[in-house]
């Protein structure tokens, strides 16, 4: 009688304890709006789910969802709980965020991992004062790779673009599209490979990577670079405030490990990583042509686009932030 009573105690303890672990168990839907082919799919939310599972025991892990909402709806879709977590386009929601713009400067040089890494440590430091962020946490900054002015026809200066019709896609796209003198076309990135092929659009305002997670290396065959840095666009990953709060210590734990600078960085790095694949595939399969603009080209540029840099500062400023040290902040962590 004595055992039976001990094999049923231990039976209903091992019980409790299972039972305890599934209700431990946390799977966080994750929104995607970019397709499968694209480095956050492929890359950067399978190494958050790793690194959440791995630190968790396999009790947190996330399932990406595709189709949710549009581009410009993701923080929304995030802040009203529609999704646990997503990753935004700062610039698809015009008026709320200006702080961000201090990232996507022309003049702003390096790749995507140092300039993700100098966006996160620019925000911890001066611009998440300005709270543009709100119902969210804010996981990590970042943004793409150096953008490049892509079109179906070859141009060799930037005065050939005045008035033609490329995409360019918000922020300060808009503004260097403006002060070279294309008629510019807003469409979300999911839409340009048809903007293009209807002939709504002559080109693009893209990073490498987009040659192929886009498929605009099939339309396109010609890109122009500025090593100095044309723009950026800003991105963040996004969880949604109440889904945090309500998780448990442990988990709120592995979310913030795997948050911040380091986040921000291996973003970067992937995205470098889908930049030197895109240029690989739209060469060899496609025959892309990429001229870099010369001396005489790059100082035009810098001196057509110079009066942006002033609009932005001053709009990052009217969010109480001292604009001017953050901006050198940021260039001096590239």
Known sequence: MHKIAKTLTMAAVTMTLANTSFAADKVLTVSHWAGPKHAMATAVFPWMNEQYQACSGGSLSLKVENGLAPPPAQYDTIRDGVADIGWIVHGYTPGKFAATKLAELPGNSGNAESMSIAFQRTHEKYLAAAKEAKGVEVLANF????????????????????????????GVANAVGEALGVAGVNVPAPAVYETIASGVADGVFFPAETLYSFKVAELIKHSYRNPDGMYTTSFAIILNSDTYNDLSDEHKACVDKTSGVGLAGQIGKFWDEADAFGIERATADFGLEIVDASDEERAYFTEITSGIEASVLEGVAERGIDAKAALEYLRAQQ
């Open 143 to 170: 943004v793409h790779g150096p953008g490049l002015l892509n079109t179906v026809d070859k141009i060799t200066s930037y005065k050939d673009v005045k008035g033609m019709k490329l995409r360019v896609g918000g």
